[in-house]
Antibody, heavy 121, light 110 residues
Framework: QVHLQESGPGLVMPSGTLSLTCTVSDSSISSPYYWSWIRQPPGKGLEWIGT???????YYKSSLKSRVTMSVVLSRNQFSLDLSSVTAADTAIYYCARLPSLRNGGYLDSWGHGVLVTVSS | QSALTQPPSASGSPGQSVTISCTGTSSDVGGYNYVSWYQQHPGKAPKLIIFEVSKRPSGVPDRFSGSKSGNTASLTVSGLQGEDEADYYCSSYGSTNNLVFGGGTSLTVL
């Protein structure tokens, strides 16, 4: 049973960069799965941010693409999210999750508990 | 990458059945059999309950079922129980290697 845990600052200044890490346990990040970030503004719905494969291939939501970078640290079994030029609209609970496949299935079968990130001065 | 359309709310009495719709386009729901559904209780992470339109992960009761017709997918919850009261989200793979979610449906068990 894979376990995912998000970590990172709970407060980010406007115009700054939001940086989060997802630590994967009981599964190798280099196994044939994809890894994703999803966010949920307080009281609102889910929004897909992006997905990556351990080899480095990345797929981002088009409206966020200019501000998003996802990367992997194989040695730590972690993957990360950087979101630049943040505003209050980026305040949300951020989840990391696993996809068995993007092009064949596109479903998220394991999720972290989520971390609330607030953008405020 | 517009969000899929779900009704904001649905309700039913214990033991009844309720169906939640999820409407997209031919570029997502209608174009692929890659619709999934997630259940989210307050303060919890979403949980996968249906994938690839109608398949259930291990451990998900068979009271939950999924289907699709054209650009609209549906989730049916039969034999409603109090624990089914939650938010439900649909999702679909899209033609430009993306995932898109619905706006969510709040299910109330009366």
């Amino acid at each position: 049973q894979v376990h995912l845990q998000e970590s990172g600052p709970g407060l980010v200044m406007p115009s700054g960069t939001l940086s989060l890490t997802c630590t994967v346990s009981d599964s190798s990040i280099s196994s044939p799965y994809y890894w994703s970030w999803i966010r949920q503004p307080p009281g609102k719905g889910l929004e897909w941010i992006g997905t990556m494969y351990y080899s480095g291939a990345t797929y981002y939501k088009s409206s966020l693409k200019s501000r998003v970078t996802m990367s992997v640290v194989l040695s730590r079994n972690q993957f990360s999210l950087d979101l630049s030029s943040v505003t209050a609209a980026d305040t949300a609970i951020y989840y990391c999750a696993r996809l068995p496949s993007l092009r064949n299935g596109g479903y998220l079968d394991s999720w972290g508990h989520g971390v609330l990130v607030t953008v405020s001065s | 990458q517009s969000a899929l359309t779900q009704p904001p709310s649905a309700s039913g009495s214990p033991g009844q059945s309720v169906t939640i719709s999820c409407t997209g386009t031919s570029s997502d729901v209608g174009g692929y059999n890659y619709v999934s559904w997630y259940q989210q209780h307050p303060g919890k992470a979403p949980k996968l309950i249906i994938f690839e339109v109608s398949k259930r992960p291990s451990g998900v009761p068979d009271r939950f079922s999924g289907s699709k017709s054209g650009n609209t997918a549906s989730l049916t919850v039969s034999g409603l129980q109090g624990e089914d009261e939650a938010d439900y989200y649909c999702s679909s793979y899209g033609s430009t290697n993306n995932l898109v979610f619905g706006g969510g449906t709040s299910l109330t068990v009366l």
